[in-house]
């Protein structure tokens, strides 16, 4: 059974700091892209960030780019996303995903989601 849990959200200052962990059963993390999305209240979950397999690309959302930091351990199987000089507006629910196919954007082509993790900046 695949399980994917995220640890490290928590309540933070505007400027701070967090990093997120997405710890990975069940699966070999390395046979998979892994992305982080995200979701404030009332609104659809939205890209944040993604990795390839390997690590050796990333993409981002215009919104945290410069700010935040994918990086991925597929000895400890697991995901971080280092998230600095957070604003009230990164204040979500932080979701981990498995894709077996490619690094996408794209939501829909993701085939494991972990339960989330909440994030609230504080201004």
């Known amino acids: 059974q695949v399980q994917l849990v995220e640890s490290g959200g928590g309540l933070v200052q505007a400027g701070g700091s967090l990093r997120l962990s997405c710890a990975a059963s069940g699966l070999t993390l390395s046979s998979y892209a892994m992305g982080w999305f995200r979701q404030a209240a009332g609104t659809d979950r939205e890209f944040v960030a993604t990795?390839?397999?390997?690590?050796?690309?990333?993409y981002y959302a215009d919104s945290v780019k410069g700010r935040f930091t994918i990086s991925r351990d597929n000895v400890k199987n697991t995901v971080y996303l280092q998230m600095n000089s957070l604003k009230s507006a990164d204040t979500a629910v932080y979701y981990c995903a498995a894709n077996g196919l490619r690094a996408t954007t794209a939501r829909v082509e993701y085939d494991y989601w972990g339960q989330g993790t909440q994030v609230t900046v504080s201004s």
């Open positions: 990795i390839s397999h390997s690590g050796g690309d990333t």
